[in-house]
């Protein structure tokens, strides 16, 4: 099994910046891909973006330019920094866990709200 810890939500003004962090542990494939998705209320979880274990990204047009996501020094661990953060933004943030041979895992997620 593995386990996807997020961290790093909170309320914040448009324009402002949140880093969100996920932290994971247990069975891990040393080639996987990680994705933060997020899912406002009454709508479908999206994709935002995501890092492959040898660093390639993949964002969501609506965040290119203002997110990046990283991996740590230690690799257990994947950061998404948000900057200029818009109230379209708001939603409940979750990392996922996928490789090959592996079932995909999901964290509990991490709120993000961005007032106007």
């Known amino acids: 099994q593995v386990q996807l810890v997020e961290s790093g939500g909170g309320l914040v003004q448009a324009g402002g910046s949140l880093r969100l962090s996920c932290a994971f542990s247990?069975?891990?494939?040393?080639?996987?891909?990680i994705g933060w998705y997020r899912q406002a209320p009454g709508k479908q979880r999206e994709l935002v973006a995501t890092?492959?274990?040898?660093?390639?990204?993949n964002y969501v047009d609506a965040v290119k330019g203002r997110f990046t996501i990283s991996r740590g020094n230690a690799q257990n661990t994947v950061y998404l920094q948000m900057n200029s953060l818009k109230p379209e933004d708001t939603a409940m943030y979750y990392c996922n866990y996928n490789a090959v041979g592996s079932l995909t895992y999901w964290g509990q997620g991490t709120q993000v709200t961005v007032s106007s």
């Open positions: 247990g069975r891990i494939f040393s080639r996987n891909v």
């Open positions: 890092i492959s274990s040898s660093g390639s990204t």
